[in-house]
């Protein structure tokens, strides 16, 4: 089963591992100090997010909703990270470093394994 922290309402912001790299080869260009967020714009529930998992498992909807003292009790301290609702933007990436992220459906590409 996967787990969903809580009813799994909260917005994870995600990116794909390959335009992330992208980003940081980009970054090497900018200048000293600068700060950006290498994320997309598309910003999945955890509920979803979990449930992409599932179908790639082979295990479609086998969810299983953890209070948050369960969450960290079996997954540590992070699982007050994941609980978190979290929508930013990487405007600021696309638009100073010309970035352009080719991943853009993270649901499709989870329930994948691409």
């Keep these: 089963m996967v787990p969903v922290i809580g009813e799994g309402t909260n917005h994870w912001s995600v990116v794909h591992v390959d335009d992330i790299a992208d980003l940081y080869?980009?970054?090497l260009a900018a200048p000293a100090g600068s700060v950006y967020?290498?994320?997309i714009d598309v910003y999945p529930t955890a509920r979803e997010v979990s449930?992409?998992?599932?179908?790639y498992i082979g295990r479609p909807g086998s969810l299983?909703?953890?209070?948050p003292a369960e969450?960290?009790?079996?997954?540590?301290?992070?699982?007050?990270a994941f609980a978190l609702d979290q929508q930013i933007s990487g405007a600021r990436a696309r638009?100073?470093?010309g970035?352009?992220?080719?991943?853009?459906d993270p649901l499709t590409e989870l329930a994948e394994g691409s």
């Design 71 to 80: 969450a960290e009790q079996q997954m540590g301290p992070i699982a007050e």
């Design 95 to 97: 638009r100073d470093l």
């Design 25 to 27: 080869a980009l970054a």
């Design 37 to 39: 967020a290498g994320v």
């Design 51 to 55: 449930e992409a998992v599932s179908r």
């Design 64 to 67: 299983r909703n953890l209070s």
């Design 99 to 104: 970035w352009s992220p080719a991943h853009l």
